[in-house]
């Protein structure tokens, strides 16, 4: 951070040697110094006045220092050269120095190719000129030709030089400038041995800056400079032991420059509490901040999203009256963003902040977090009607805030408009945005096409843009486009790294995960939380959970600790495969971890729970969550039906609809499930009446529950009738569910219409034939039953062997009817066969 109210690495500007005042001819003066029109000058201006006597050098040397006007300085310059002064060294070199300051750079450098003669003060002012627009190359190739002229250098050029090597991030040239300083023997000069700090400090080579400070006569500018240094390199303890050793040594006190110089370090740095406690500890030394303090401090609170705090920062801001500072208030703009207090975003935007680009922006952002998106819109297309410029950060926001709120045409259609408009163009996260969008959105011919616009623009090797496009290409299964896509960027990151291997893993290709990984660390890269994350994403996408759990083991051999989302997807294969030890290992990372709270991992732990067979242990994990919503009443109301706890599972929704929660989709089918398991059909009537009074549109599976609740219950006209009425076409399942009801009652004359309709849909399907098999020898049709097991057996068709499962040392045994796939069936069988041997023997024993 640059050093407050001290200027670290200038020397004072050089003091040009007064020459004799030019001797000009008498002429008629031309228009003497007199005021300029108001709309032309600011009051602060230079300004012409006449004058009784001839003009001279030093004259216009006043004249020029003090001018901010480009207008006014080219008026002096015109009446210089009328005067006689072309060529004339000073007077050229304060001409060359006020276009500089002015920002014509180019007038600067005009000027200085037409100057007949240049002294070391022309070559300095035109340095200065370009590393002040920040044309550090320029400058080096400036100074190298300034050497061609074999002008003796003077202490005040070298803190200009140094700034060119922090520019061009060189510290080896900073050196090499150092070893010049040496040889001109200014090396003890205080303002170049704090420039020689600041670069090195800047360029991250303390050790340097330290052994400068130390061999030089030291200032406060010293002393805070290599505070500064360290502070911005995050050596924050460094920075404060030399705050102690100012006072020690040199009898310094820290200043506000000291103290702004740690905040401001810790802030660039990420230290956001430490920044926070050394605005306490510099309070507490006596020395109130100023507004550059707090626009370092507000960064940090906002990004701790500290909103109490940002509060206090606030009233503390219009006690010292800062809200005049836009950076100031900008900066409160972003602590009530970061911490969703969008109202007081928009009083302050409203009422106190300077309306630029910068403030539009972050209420932007603001308004796109809360999900308004309108509002978000309305200040976009308002910039323009103010008069600012879009540029393409604001384009960007908005299409990032259309694809965050899942508005992917929106993006899309925003995109095209930036295309079609002229002076801004896309960069790297305009596409990375779009082409989420339109992955999101299954436009894979449209993602080629911004694909092709990407290479137009360069940016297919940006790592942001490559990982986009791997992740669409993955998505897509074109794993061979996805490592294309991966191969042409040139400096890949971790993300890039891990969009490849999660794209590997949501498409099964188990070896490449394995190579890529291997290939990951050869790049010098270790795989982190979100690179297991995916792999274990992909591998319960793909049914392989057996493996996700593998891999989760994995994990935490590497010393990586899950984060909240390897918790919830890790939970789902625990609950596929009903393996309840495995979970409640789960269970217990997660207390360890402090996410018991959260309310999605803890619906995760009912279903898992209730899919393990322990529906005790759900209603306990229900109970230790502290936030209940929907989601988490939704996973209980399941729970019930899922164990057959239908009555349990009534009264769980009334009580839902008492405490307030609004039903969904979701919650219905599980309460339909519930009077399914209770029989209660008059309590399923009623809430499948409910359904359009909170705006749920019926689908398949709410049916399929009427018409299995109402054929268990042998109402089966009312049941075919509501079939027969349904919005919707009658799937397999819901014909099934009429069958079995059929079945039960023994109703022939509907069950073969439900089997008629039913083989039509799954001719292949042995539970069908078997379904109508078991309705003819319910009612006694023994010539359709031995017609059916003949349709059975010239089909080739086999019963589907039933299924069970156990849980041993933390792995899961499969088992089939007749199944000899296991390696100990032999012994199974034996098993079973004294297991038969001895139930007989106890069959026989008298009662």
């Given amino acids: 951070m640059a050093l407050l109210m001290e200027r670290v690495s200038h020397a004072p500007p050089p003091t040009l040697p007064s020459p004799p005042a030019h001797e000009s001819k008498p002429l008629a003066f031309m228009p003497k110094l007199r005021r300029l029109p108001s709309q032309s000058l600011s009051s602060n201006h230079s300004y012409i006045s006449h004058l009784d006597d001839h003009l001279n050098s030093r004259t216009y040397a006043l004249a020029l220092e003090s001018c901010c006007c480009p207008r006014f300085g080219k008026q002096v310059h015109a009446q210089a050269l009328k005067n006689g002064f072309r060529g004339h060294e000073f007077v050229e070199t304060k001409l060359l120095q006020m276009y500089a300051k002015c920002g014509y750079l180019d007038d600067a450098v005009r000027m200085f190719d037409k100057m007949s003669e240049r002294n070391l003060y022309s070559w300095t002012a035109i340095l200065g000129a370009y590393v002040d627009h920040g044309f550090f190359e320029d400058a080096y190739l400036m100074f190298w030709e300034m050497q061609v002229e074999e002008l003796e250098l003077k202490f005040f050029v070298f803190p200009l030089l140094l700034k060119i090597c922090v520019g061009l991030c060189s510290v080896e040239l900073g050196r090499q400038f150092h070893g010049i300083v040496v040889k001109s023997e200014v090396d003890m000069n205080v303002y170049v041995g704090n420039a020689l700090m600041d670069m090195y400090g800047k360029c991250g080579s303390l050790d340097d800056a330290m052994r400068v400070l130390g061999n030089m006569e030291r200032d406060l500018v010293s002393w805070n400079t290599m505070i500064a240094a360290c502070a911005a390199n995050g050596k924050v303890d460094e920075a404060l032991q030399f705050m102690q050793k100012m006072w020690v040594e040199d009898n310094l006190s820290p200043n506000l420059v000291s103290w702004s110089a740690v905040i401001g370090g810790c802030s660039q740095n990420g230290l956001d509490e430490e920044a926070i406690e050394m605005l306490g500890r510099m309070q507490a030394a006596g020395i109130e901040p100023n507004a550059r303090t707090l626009a370092s401090i507000l960064p940090a609170c906002a990004r701790l999203k500290k909103l109490r705090f940002g509060k206090e920062l606030h009233g503390f801001i219009v006690r010292r009256g800062f809200m005049a500072n836009h950076i100031v208030v900008n900066g409160l703009l972003d602590v009530y963003r970061r911490c969703k207090d969008v109202n007081s975003a928009v009083n302050i935007f409203s009422k106190f902040s300077v309306q630029n680009a910068v403030s539009y922006n972050t209420m932007i952002v603001a308004y796109c977090e809360a999900g308004d998106i309108l509002n978000a819109r309305r200040l976009f297309d308002e910039m323009e009607s103010n008069g600012l410029e879009r540029d393409i950060i604001s384009w960007n926001l908005m299409i990032s805030g259309y694809v965050d709120n899942y508005m992917f045409l929106e993006a899309l259609t925003m995109f095209i408009y930036l295309l079609m408009h002229d002076g801004v163009a896309t960069d790297s996260s305009t596409l990375g945005s779009v082409l989420t969008a339109s992955t999101d959105m299954g436009l894979i011919r449209l993602g080629k096409e911004i694909h092709s616009h990407a290479i137009v623009r360069g940016l297919q090797s940006n790592p942001f843009v490559g990982g986009s496009l791997v992740e669409m290409y993955s998505k897509c299964q074109d794993l061979k486009s996805a490592r294309i896509a991966f191969d042409e960027v040139k400096e890949r990151d971790m993300a890039t790294w891990n969009a490849l291997i999660s794209g590997y893993s949501h498409c099964n290709q188990i070896e490449n995960i394995q190579v890529s990984l291997q290939e990951m660390r050869e790049d010098g890269f270790e795989p982190n939380v979100y690179t297991w994350n995916g792999i274990i994403a992909g591998q319960v996408e793909n049914g392989r959970h057996e493996l996700a759990l593998e891999m989760f083991s994995q994990m935490h051999t590497s010393n990586l600790h899950p984060d909240i989302y390897t918790i919830g997807t890790i939970l789902t294969s625990c609950s596929r495969l009903a393996t309840l030890e495995r979970g409640k290992q789960v269970h217990a990372h997660i207390i360890r971890c402090g996410y018991k709270s959260d309310f999605y991992i803890g619906a995760a732990l009912v279903d898992m729970y209730a899919k393990c067979g322990n529906i005790k242990y759900s209603r306990l994990a229900y109970n230790r969550i502290s936030a209940q919503n929907l989601v988490t009443q939704n996973s209980m109301l399941t729970a019930y039906a899922m164990h057959g706890h239908g009555e349990e599972g009534i009264a769980f929704f009334r009580k839902m609809l008492r405490d307030g929660f609004i039903p969904d989709s979701v919650t219905f089918l599980s309460v339909l499930s519930s009077c399914v398991h209770a029989g209660s059909v008059e309590a399923g009537k009623e809430f499948f009446k409910l359904l359009p009074a909170y705006d749920v549109n019926p689908t398949l599976k709410h049916f399929t529950c009427m018409v299995d609740l109402l054929s268990r219950a042998g109402q089966l006209n009312e049941a075919y009738k509501l079939i027969s009425e349904m919005p919707l076409q009658p799937d397999s399942i819901?014909?099934?569910?009429?069958?079995?009801?059929?079945?039960?009652?023994?109703?022939?004359?509907?069950?073969?219409?439900?089997?008629?309709?039913?083989?039509?849909?799954?001719?292949?399907?042995?539970?069908?034939?078997?379904?109508?098999?078991?309705?003819?020898?319910?009612?006694?049709?023994?010539?359709?039953?031995?017609?059916?097991?003949?349709?059975?057996?010239?089909?080739?068709?086999?019963?589907?062997?039933?299924?069970?499962?156990?849980?041993?040392?933390?792995?899961?045994?499969?088992?089939?009817?007749?199944?000899?796939?296991h390696k100990k069936h032999n012994e199974i069988y034996d098993t079973l066969y004294n297991l038969r041997i001895h139930m007989s023997l106890v069959q026989e024993l008298p009662q």
């Fill in 734 to 821: 819901i014909w099934s569910a009429f069958l079995g009801g059929c079945v039960l009652s023994g109703n022939v004359d509907l069950g073969e219409v439900a089997a008629k309709r039913l083989i039509e849909l799954e001719p292949d399907k042995t539970a069908n034939y078997v379904l109508l098999a078991n309705l003819y020898a319910y009612a006694g049709r023994w010539s359709e039953l031995s017609r059916t097991r003949q349709m059975i057996k010239n089909k080739h068709m086999n019963k589907e062997p039933g299924c069970s499962w156990i849980e041993n040392s933390d792995k899961i045994h499969i088992f089939l009817s007749g199944d000899r796939s």
